[in-house]
Antibody, heavy 119, light 112 residues
């Protein structure tokens, strides 16, 4: 059974870069599409972007210009980098798998990792 | 962006009774292939969201048949035929038709 696990610093200073990794276990990162989703009290659930098995990406315009999602196939991981963070980026960050193609629902989710932006 | 609007935002329910959640999208979620790309998720207390229903009406693996989804165009509904205590949580609809994917505000289901 595929499992996802987010990892990364829980505290980031304003204007710095948030970096998170999602490790995929129990299955290959190839053949699927992978997303990052965040949840904050003020914004609810917000899709950040996805990356597919070839490395193609699509981002939410709300974070475009600040976000990079990358793939590390040998390590079975994908990562999120969000630059120039502000307190508005404080949230629980989830990684999730699309069940099929780009339109596929999120059928597997990580447990989430809390990131606080504060000096 | 497609705006998703749910109602009600809070739903107290009696165990054994039915429950219904409405989700409306700001534009049709019908793809050229005829499918409506509307999914439902539930987030139980202290957990990450989990998939309930996709493509409007297809239950995800392991989801009890007391959950059903319906709708078309811009109007969608999640129904629970007989609520059980384990169904408490926040229910979200999400459109997967076009990026950015967008979620409804969530409906908190509480057992009376």
């Amino acid at each position: 059974q595929v499992q996802l696990q987010e990892s990364g610093p829980g505290l980031v200073k304003p204007s710095e870069t948030l970096s998170l990794t999602c490790t995929v276990s129990g299955g290959s990162i190839s053949r699927f599409v992978w997303s990052w989703v965040r949840q904050s009290p003020g914004m609810g659930l917000e899709w950040i972007g996805y990356i597919d098995y070839s490395g193609s990406t699509k981002y939410n315009p709300s974070v475009r210009g600040r976000v990079i999602i990358s793939l590390d196939t040998p390590e079975n991981q994908f990562s999120l980098r969000l630059s120039s963070v502000t307190t508005a980026d404080t949230a629980v960050y989830y990684c999730a798998r699309h069940s099929a193609d780009y339109y596929g629902p999120f059928d597997v989710w990580g447990h989430g990792t809390t990131v606080t932006v504060s000096s | 962006d497609i705006v998703m609007t749910q109602s009600p935002l809070s739903l107290p329910v009696t165990p054994g009774e039915p429950a219904s959640i409405s989700c409306r999208s700001s534009q049709s979620l019908r793809h050229n292939n005829g499918y409506h790309y509307l999914d439902w998720y539930v987030q139980k207390p202290g957990q990450s969201p989990q998939l309930l229903i996709y493509l409007t009406s297809t239950r995800a693996s392991g989801v009890p048949d007391r959950f059903s989804g319906s709708g078309s165009g811009t109007e969608f509904t999640l129904k629970i035929s007989r609520v059980e205590a384990e169904d408490v949580g926040v229910y979200y609809c999400m459109q997967a038709l076009q990026p950015p994917r967008t979620f409804g505000q969530g409906t908190k289901v509480e057992v009376k």
